[in-house]
């Protein structure tokens, strides 16, 4: 007979944590989704549309400058990642009620089709980010012409 | 110390609301914008994230100690676009917190800028906590 230590705290919480992390990753592998959800504490609304010749991200970052945020593209992986930082916080602010999230975020978007990465353009306004993915060529649908 | 009951209760009614009429299969809910409130010495501020709001839509009104704030932003899709990811709602969104008495009403300011609207609201004179010396 064996005896198992079950107060093992360290090993316990690394179980945890690398069960979460496989749950992360089916969840992300289900919806298409490659970020690591566990190491974002907000996660900022995404919408992705596509044309006939160019993909449309919007993300929705109100109050997150533009200096915070990074874009990369990997693999055809476009990733948005960066941190809203609290407004200058003055000590003597008494909150009364608090519903704004605020840190680090990161969202990856595996994109439908090819895109020509060295053609990505992103503009800020309002507090949406806006990034258009030109489409590579050999991923424009194109129409096919019967021959009779 | 801070012997003083909050001077601000905020009453939420959390209307989210859709443009009138049915929500059509393109138009998502738009949800209750996070709202932080905060008190300074001679002021509140109300902070709402409202990021891509149709400007002219947003509205703030102060009735009967009751702050509302409404705006609006619309989602057009045109013809021939496929959505493959939708998570940012259009609509309607409506607000509204209930002020203590003491607001200077002519002197509320309002800017947008970000995507977040922030509303300062001047305390009244007598409303502004004040500190009390002690005669020996």
Redesign the interface.
Known sequence: MSLVKLNQRGDLFADLAQMQKNMNRMFSTFWGEDGDWSLSSWFP????????EE?VV?V??????KNDVKITLHENVLTISGEKKHESE?K??????????FGSFSRS?RM?SLVKGDKIDAR?K???LTINLPKAEEAKSKEIEIKF | M?TLA?L???LDYGMNRLADGLPDARRGMARRP????????DA?TV?L?????D?ETLKITLENGILSVRGDRT?N??D??????????AGEFCRTFKLTSGIEKDRIEAS?K???LTIRLPKAEEARTREIEIKF
């Open positions: 609304s995404v919408d992705i549309s596509e044309g006939k993909f919007n929705e970052l109100p109050g997150v400058s003055s003597d602010r008494n909150y009364h009620r608090v519903e704004r999230s978007f439908p800020y309002d507090g949406i | 801070n909050p601000l209760r905020t996070a709202t932080d409130i905060y008190e300074e010495r509140f902070r994230e409202a990021p891509g709001m400007r989602n899709i045109a021939g676009i496929r959505m493959h990811r939708q998570e940012i709602g947008y970000d995507g977040l």
